[in-house]
């Protein structure tokens, strides 16, 4: 029976640590999304002079640095993911949450920095058309440039975490 104690105990304190993984990796991606928005929204005057909700030409991507990061980062975090089952399950987690996190700020962007909820408050489901553009935007910031970054670091810090002795 104390086996058995100790075996769940360990269980729920790998489990919590894996949650803190996939928190921690989730607030980097979810960061980086909006960074790269609102660097963009800060740097082309003719994006807030204009209160554009989504650029067709100058659009926030994601720039060298902000990959190199991410890149890192899922380098690093599958060697403290207990298996890999963990790791598939965290990063389809951290994904969604990221991007609905992302969502959720660029939404609120417009909405009361570029100032659109004036007009938008005046339908019963006319906040639609900004949360629609709002999920363009991450939608163009995250995918594919986030999505295959974290993806393929993910893939090579398990493998590489395989290799090294002790784990």
Known sequence: MQARAKKFAREISRKKKDILIVMG?????????????WLKYQEVPRLTRYNIIFAQYEAPAPQ????LIL???SLVFPFFISTVKDL???????LFLSFS????YVF????????WGALFATGPFDWEIPLF?????????????????????????FFVRGWVPGK
């Open 25 to 37: 990796w989730t607030a980097l991606m979810a960061f980086i999304t909006i960074e790269v928005f």
């Open 64 to 67: 060298l640095v902000d990959v």
């Open 71 to 73: 890149l890192v980062a």
């Open 88 to 94: 598939v399950y965290g990063f389809i987690a951290s």
């Open 101 to 104: 996190i992302g969502v959720a």
């Open 108 to 115: 609120l962007y417009i909405w009361y920095i570029q100032e």
């Open 133 to 157: 553009f709002a999920i363009l935007n991450v939608f163009r910031i995250m995918f594919p440039t986030v999505l295959a970054t974290c993806l393929i670091g993910a893939m090579i810090g």
